[in-house]
């Protein structure tokens, strides 16, 4: 369960409405190297040969956020770019801060646990349909030795860029909550995540943490 997903339970709570801001899952057809929520969850894509800076984000999130205020639902901003959000946030152009009442949410797990179950994500998307799909039309032969080397290789290299990814994302959290002076409402679900099993860590994620945010 990733903060896609935990975002779609509290706006089913709230009767809110979600904005992605993940740079990645803004895109059409990333879904293999993003584990992106399916279309049935989520709406509004660009081409990956298409800019999307920080500045487009916002002025997007803007519209869609009075949008959402004037027909009473909830916007929930989620995902892990956080430089999108913190240019929504400070940037004077937007006047965020001013305008909205805003409740940030920091789910905190420790890396090791995170890069655990990156590790585990990795290998569910390689395995999954989208990817063997590719596999077939790159003629990917995996009896090949040199091919299933470079194969392997190209997998832990996914791996070892997400982890230094969330190390970067762990470090802009504590500069935006300690210069930025955020104020966050900081969970820590590290006994959470380090179940095996994911049916027992998506319950258990959502019996605490879940109710803990709905609280908030």
């Not at 709406?43 to 984000?57: L, N, R, Y």
């Not at 349909?129 to 790159?138: G, S, V, Y």
Request: proline share 1%; net charge negative.
């Amino acid at each position: 369960m990733g903060k896609s997903h935990f975002s779609v339970d509290i706006a089913t709570h709230f009767r809110g409405e979600i904005i992605q801001s993940d740079k990645m899952q803004v895109y059409k057809g990333l879904e293999i190297v993003t584990k992106k929520i399916t279309h049935t969850e989520n709406q509004g894509e660009i081409v990956p040969d298409s800019d999307f800076t920080a500045e487009d984000f916002c002025l997007q999130a803007i519209v869609y956020i009075e949008f959402f205020l004037k027909t009473q639902r909830v916007p929930i901003i989620t995902g892990g770019s956080n430089s999108y959000i913190e240019k929504l946030v400070e940037d004077p152009v937007f006047m965020f801060k001013y305008k909205y009442d805003t409740c940030f949410i920091w789910i905190d797990v420790e890396q090791s646990v995170l890069n655990r179950r990156v590790n585990m994500r990795v290998d569910e998307m390689v395995n999954a349909a989208n990817f063997l799909c590719l596999r077939e039309e790159t003629n990917i032969d995996e009896d090949d030795e040199a091919k299933k080397m470079i194969l392997q290789s190209s997998i832990a290299n996914i791996k070892r860029n997400t982890h230094f990814l969330i190390s970067h994302q762990l470090d802009k959290i504590q500069w935006l909550i300690n210069e930025k002076i955020w104020l966050v409402h900081h969970i820590i679900a590290i006994d959470v995540f380090k179940g095996v099993r994911k049916e027992a860590v998506d319950e258990t994620l959502r019996n605490t943490v879940l109710q803990t945010c709905l609280d908030i």
